[in-house]
């Protein structure tokens, strides 16, 4: 059974390829299938838009698809995904998304002299610990947005504000819900 899984995932190629190779690992381990290819597709401004995995199941039964579908929902992947070729659509994942756009163009010179958007990622991965973390990036022409994914987008959000209130780096930055 070859079936296709559009992650609403904003995810890098390699970073795709991280989550295609766990999937292939357990799908080797089962003896359950393969993973045939994958892609990433892009917004016109080269913004990820989601990602695709196709997936090879050795049996085309209801249980087997049951199993990849509670697999997918097991290890993690956002909310708003789908899994195609089965007929309807089936929806998948559990994850919840938050798109952090750093302001890379308005700032004054200095600020971007003397901090650091790896701090920025380290504060807010511990600010988020235990219910997100840092999957994916994108680096624009006017702002870098660093994608997370966890149990809850509203808690992610309110465990990252004091930091971005605080930072300078931070400002004229924007938080969008992606998954």
Request: charged share 25%; glycine share 8%.
């Amino acid at each position: 059974m070859d079936l296709t899984l559009k992650l609403n995932a904003r995810f890098q190629p390699k970073h795709r390829f991280e989550l295609e190779d766990a999937l292939q690992e357990i799908l080797e381990k089962e003896q359950a299938g393969e993973i045939t290819g994958g892609g990433t597709a892009q917004n016109p401004n080269g913004e990820i838009a989601y990602c695709d995995i196709d997936i090879y199941l050795t049996e085309d039964t209801p249980e087997r698809l049951n199993w990849l579908v509670s697999l997918l929902n097991t290890i993690g992947i956002p909310k708003g995904s789908v899994l195609q070729g089965t007929g309807p659509e089936i929806e998948v994942g559990t994850l919840e998304g938050l798109a952090y756009y750093s302001n890379g163009a308005d700032l004054p010179d200095e600020i971007y002299q003397t901090c650091d958007i790896n701090y920025v990622i380290e504060q807010m991965e511990q600010a988020m610990e235990g219910i997100g973390r840092m999957y994916s990036y994108w680096e624009g022409s006017t702002y870098t947005a660093l994608y997370f994914y966890g149990t809850s987008f509203a808690e992610m959000k309110e465990k990252i504000e004091p930091f971005i209130a605080s930072y300078p780096l931070c400002q004229k930055s924007r938080i969008e819900q992606i998954a």
